[in-house]
């Protein structure tokens, strides 16, 4: 099974992970960032693209890697993974669901104000990329319709983790 936790910047998709990963015997978190990362740094031309998400390897890579891992993998596996475009949702998540993996997609949301806060509370400045995306993944994540989602500013990280926990076990 993958958990894919979506969400803006701020959100705390990592810090649920975290929290979600020690509610079971076994989990993994699969960070799709340091693919990216590795792009950037290995692939000629890899920092072409100011999100990397945009280049089509690391969509690639990462349906790869996924698909692999939840079919070798013995527990869980945790995605703490923005992902706002519709293609590329497809060209993954859907693309492993097609595949008969079973994914489970949860979008932490928030105010635009309150990611803002949190963003500048990590370290990240005003006008720094991730702070620039948050109104493009609020857009996005209060329009689609595939996803459960949870108000990260109602609920605490524990309390997060245990909803996703809990529906998970439902």
């Known amino acids: 099974m993958i958990i ?7 959100s705390g998709k990592s810090s649920v992970a975290l929290e979600l990963q020690s509610m079971f015997e076994e989990a993994h978190i699969y960070d799709p960032e340091e693919v990216g990362q590795f792009i950037r740094a290995n692939v000629p031309g890899g920092n072409e693209y100011t999100d990397f998400q945009d280049h ?6 990462n349906y790869e890697v996924l698909k692999h891992t939840s079919k070798t993998a013995k527990a869980p596996v945790i995605v703490p993974m923005t992902i706002v475009n ?11 669901k097609d595949n008969d993996i079973d994914v489970r997609l949860y979008s932490l949301i928030a105010s635009e104000t309150t990611l803002h806060n949190r963003l500048l509370q990590r ?3 005003m006008g720094a990329w991730s702070y620039e995306q948050v109104s493009r993944c609020c857009d996005y994540l209060s329009s689609e319709s595939y996803s459960t989602k949870i108000d990260s500013e109602k609920y605490s990280i524990n309390e997060v983790a245990e909803i996703i926990f809990n529906l998970l076990n439902d």
């Open 123 to 125: 370290g990240d400045e």
């Open 56 to 61: 089509p390897l690391w969509r690639k890579l």
């Open 4 to 10: 894919w936790m979506n969400g803006s910047f701020g």
């Open 86 to 96: 519709d293609s590329y949702h497809n060209e993954i998540i859907t693309k492993l």
